[in-house]
């Protein structure tokens, strides 16, 4: 198995000379297993690139994993060429949004509307199957299986646990670690303090001895406070869950949108500096537009 | 026939409306609202508590454990969802009913539901924001509480009263006024005080009728063309016979077009009746 980063950048698109080195396309990962089944985690603007590579396999069968449906995880897919052509198929799976009480279909195929995009769902030629997950549904794709669990972010949202020939990949998708709501002095401390060690520990358990993990990590330590329930996660925080989930790599991904190359290797350094490297502890690393990682 | 005296009796032993519902809407009216005032007051009301729970647990979620309590279902789905869920539970709470006796009350229902949603769009329309949207929302599912109020508490009068203004081809709060003594327009006034709503819904709930021109907001405007606008289009049944064939000119300048035109820009109005309506029947389901 084997994967390709086609898009790091959290919440905008920021291409420009200070993203070059690490990219300025919004998520989009794609992960071929050992029979070369295609499977393509979150559909950000990094899947037009994608897209443009698949030529040659065409016509082909893609396997789509949307985490969530917030923009930056879902602009690519009008401009998902293979969606055009006849012969290829489609397979997208997400959540239901109880909100909007739509599921995963009415809610990429209202990104078709004519005032959005000129091309209705109707005239794509390729055939599209839409798949409504429950958390801890698990598909199967040749010997592959790809399972989730319900993440902490203002929508239901998704990560993505992929297994393949004992090799495996966790992606957060957009995630912030619990935290309690209440004052330590508040009579419901307590209680709101087990859910939520319950909830961190069941994320925990589901990640556990995974080779590489993906993770949400659009701030800093000094960026958090302000951005406190804004449904990401940190540095420092990404780097205590690998540890306990006992994970061979991490990948720090979604960069925050206004961090330059610079800023963004300066803050992973720091981060570094505070969590020195012991024995046994995860590789870290930052995602990079383009890079590929063989397990 | 009812007095006065007798009119308020029968609103004062009528349900009243949840604090919570209008604390939620006044709470989250704020985005930057702490998540714990939410949730304790959703705590405080029983019935909000266990209609959360019951969607939260249902197959749309899809949640692989069983979640008990509201701070629970705050930490597995998030607190943004909680709040939209409340939002959107709330004013439903106050419509819910008991249908043996009244077998027209699901139009009336689902008539009042499409006023919501036309006000809504009527809202949008007009460049309001979404949170001002949501009034015209709420607004519109409450407009006819009074005729609500009266049929579920008096249903053998009022089945009568739908008969008369059906037989006779009169408008229903006359017919009302022939039975009851008095009609749906003061009863909803009443119980809006009574429930301490703003008084723009007031003004709503007593007054949706007859348009004048001494009115000046926007919100009556638009409460009172979606009223238009279901009935003409046959969204669910007011149980009113008599139509009304076109807004009054002051109304046209303000919304900037005519009936017809109006009606033109609803979209997928059935859309998103469908969802209102199956959001609700899986609602009732529940609590059988």
């Not at chain 2, 005296?5 to 029968?10: A, D």
Request: aromatic share 10%.
């Amino acid at each position: 198995m084997k994967l390709k980063f086609w898009g790091v950048r959290g919440s905008i698109a920021t291409p420009g000379p200070t993203t070059v080195k690490y990219g300025g396309n919004t998520t989009c990962i794609e992960i071929r297993t050992d029979e070369n089944d295609l499977i393509i985690l979150d559909a950000g603007t990094g899947l037009f690139q994608l897209a443009l590579t698949l030529f040659p396999e065409l016509p082909l069968t893609c396997h789509l994993f949307i985490t969530h449906t917030h923009w930056d995880h879902i602009q690519g897919l009008p401009f998902f060429i293979p969606s055009f052509i006849p012969g290829n198929i489609l397979k997208i799976h997400g959540a239901y949004d109880p909100i909007a009480r739509r599921d995963i279909r009415e809610i990429l195929s209202g990104q078709l509307q004519y005032c959005y995009f000129p091309v209705r769902e109707a005239e794509l030629r390729s055939k599209l199957e839409y798949i409504t997950l429950k958390e801890r549904q698990t598909i199967e794709i040749g010997s592959t299986t790809v399972t989730n669990i319900l993440m902490n972010h203002p929508v239901l949202s998704f990560g993505y646990r992929i297994e393949s020939h004992g090799k495996s990949i966790f992606f957060t998708g957009d995630h912030e670690p619990l935290f309690n709501i209440y004052e330590p002095a508040d009579d419901e401390y307590e209680e709101y303090n087990q859910f939520m060690i319950q909830k961190n520990q069941s994320i925990l358990e589901f990640i556990r001895g995974v080779e590489i993990l993906i993770a949400d990590t659009s701030y800093t330590l000094e960026d958090y406070p302000l951005k406190k329930g804004w449904g990401h996660s940190t540095f420092d925080n990404n780097i205590a869950l690998a540890k306990a989930a006992g994970v061979k790599k991490l990948f720090f991904t979604h960069h925050e949108p206004t961090r330059s190359d610079d800023a963004l290797e300066r803050a992973f350094h720091e981060a570094l500096e505070r969590n020195p490297r012991q024995p046994g502890d995860p590789e870290y690393l930052l995602a990079m537009e383009g890079l590929v990682v063989e397990l | 026939m009812y007095t006065k005296k007798e009119l308020v009796q029968l609103v004062d032993n009528m349900p009243a409306f949840p604090p919570s519902v209008s604390r939620i809407l006044t709470l989250t009216a704020d985005i930057t609202c702490a998540p714990k005032d939410l949730i304790r007051i959703i705590e405080l009301d029983p019935v909000l508590t266990l209609k959360l729970l019951q969607l939260v647990n249902s197959p749309y979620f899809g949640l692989s454990r069983q979640i008990s309590s509201i701070k629970q279902a705050v930490v597995f789905v998030g607190i943004n969802t909680i709040k939209n869920l409340a939002l959107t539970i709330a004013p439903l709470e106050i419509l819910n009913h008991d249908s043996k006796d009244t077998p027209h009350m699901e139009n009336m229902l689902y008539h009042a539901i499409a006023v919501g949603v036309i006000s809504r769009h009527l809202a949008r329309r007009c460049s309001l924001s979404e949170i001002e949207s949501t009034d015209f929302f709420v607004a519109g599912l409450l407009h006819d509480f009074g005729k609500m109020a009266l049929y579920r508490f008096l249903p053998k009068k009022y089945n009568k009263t739908l008969h008369l203004a059906a037989k006779k081809q009169i408008p229903l709060h006359r017919a009302e006024r022939k039975t009851l003594g008095v009609n749906h327009l003061q009863v909803g006034a009443l119980l809006a005080k009574k429930w301490h709503l703003p008084m723009e819904f007031i003004a709503c709930m007593g007054n949706h009728h007859d348009w004048k021109f001494s009115r000046t907001s926007l919100l009556q405007d638009c409460i009172y063309t979606a009223n238009l606008i279901a009935q003409t289009i046959g969204v669910g049944d007011s149980g009113d016979p008599i139509l009304t064939p076109s807004l009054p000119k002051p109304i046209e300048r303000r919304l900037n077009a005519k009936l017809p035109e109006l009606i033109g820009t609803l979209g997928d109005l059935a859309g998103e009746m469908h969802k209102a309506k199956v959001f609700i029947y899986h609602w009732h389901s529940d609590l059988k």
